[in-house]
């Protein structure tokens, strides 16, 4: 089923809240973290009925931008976003209580901060490739699906007479509205445990005069599932504030693209390309600038991270030789500094495939399962 366009988020006036239990505060006035800015509380909760555990976001009740991000999710269906499990909203106060999956094992955010603790104390360390083109894959399916509506099982819009990607993005908004997130970052990024997938190996039989062979089913590793989360500054074409010529509002100053102050979908290929340059590098701020020490840009951050001055050694942090050259080249597609010149996401998916496909024969794809200290939660 398409997104719905213009229809306004139905939340239940029924609190359920009772079908919830308590397990201990993630981001709110009990607790240090800071998760969000746009939000009440963030706890972990456990569904009585099953022991499933879940997280609980407060969201602004009177705030109709906010209500979006339960509109987009219960809508948006896809196993490389964060999953929709429930939603009410009680009267006084008025507060919406969105459900939504438990990612076990942290974000990238958690993973890269750890991974820069054990380079600092232990020397160098690197994510392996093949886990970096596992991240790259399923965000860009997560976009592919909410910026064009193509999910897993449609065919590639990309066809011999289906002529420019424009032309094809033209047609793909009839039947779809354009939906971008404007915050993706490496904290946005959840990772979560997954099943192995199941794969035909052929294996002897068990009879030691018998030569024929059969097949069975053995499992292969793989990496965690990467789900794209926080969709509390996403915007749909279709809302009031698409239009806006200012949208500097919306996202973390740090992750935005060059083209300030206006988001486009493009602009979602850009931060991917950040956060993933941002895992090659073992970058847990990300490879924005902040401001020159000592300068007056320490006392104005917003200004400096609206500037472009911030962006303008992005291009400087190339991989060398620790990745393929498929992968760095592909990166730097992505955060090109002129927005029409970076893939729209249907076209990014199939430059990933492609790509992977040409590292794996060079033998720079090969699976590395993560140390156990990586997903550690603290």
């Known amino acids: 089923m398409g997104l719905p366009r213009g229809r306004p988020p139905k939340i239940s006036n029924v609190s359920r809240g009772g079908l919830y239990t308590w397990v201990r505060t993630i981001d709110g006035p009990d607790s240090n973290n800071q998760v969000g800015g746009l939000n009440l509380g963030v706890y972990l909760v456990k569904r009585r009925v099953d022991n499933k555990l879940c997280v609980q976001k407060k969201i602004d009740g009177t705030n109709k ?136 190996v052929e294996k002897p039989m068990a009879f030691p005069f018998c030569f024929l062979r059969t097949k069975t089913l053995e499992p292969r590793p793989t990496y965690p599932r990467i789900v794209l989360a926080d969709f509390g500054t996403a915007c749909q074409e279709d809302d009031e504030d698409w239009l806006e010529k200012d949208t500097r509002h919306a996202g973390t100053y740090s992750w935005m693209p060059p083209e300030l102050p ?71 597609n992505c955060v090109k500094e002129e927005m029409e010149e970076r893939p729209f996401a249907f076209r990014l998916v199939e430059f990933i495939r492609e790509g992977k496909e040409r590292a794996k024969l060079r033998g720079r794809v090969r699976f590395e399962a993560l140390p156990g200290w990586a997903f550690e939660q603290k």
């Open 262 to 332: 206006k988001w486009t979908e493009r602009g979602d290929i850009w931060a991917l390309g950040a956060v993933i340059l941002s895992l090659c590098k073992i970058l847990p701020k990300g490879p924005v600038a902040y401001p020159p020490a000592g300068s007056r840009w320490e006392r104005d951050f917003e200004g400096w991270f609206q500037s472009k001055r911030a962006r303008v050694g992005v291009p400087e942090h190339r991989l060398g030789e620790e990745y393929s050259e498929d992968l760095d080249d592909l990166i730097f």
């Open 65 to 200: 931008v906010l209500r979006r991000e339960v509109h987009l999710l219960h809508h948006l269906k896809h196993p490389n976003i964060v999953e929709f499990v429930d939603a009410f909203i009680t009267p006084k106060p008025r507060e919406v209580s969105l459900y939504m999956e438990y990612c076990d094992l942290g974000s990238l955010g958690g993973l890269i901060n750890r991974y820069n603790e054990k380079r600092l104390l232990s020397g160098p360390s690197k994510l392996p490739e093949a886990f970096i083109w596992h991240v790259f894959q399923s965000i860009a399916k997560a976009l592919q699906y909410i910026h064009h509506g193509l999910s897993l099982s449609d065919p590639s819009p990309i066809q011999p007479d289906a002529g420019t990607d424009e032309d094809v993005v033209k047609r793909l908004k009839k039947k779809w509205p354009t939906t971008i997130h404007r915050d993706i970052k490496l904290h946005n990024i959840l990772i979560t445990q997954s099943q192995p997938l199941q794969i035909p």
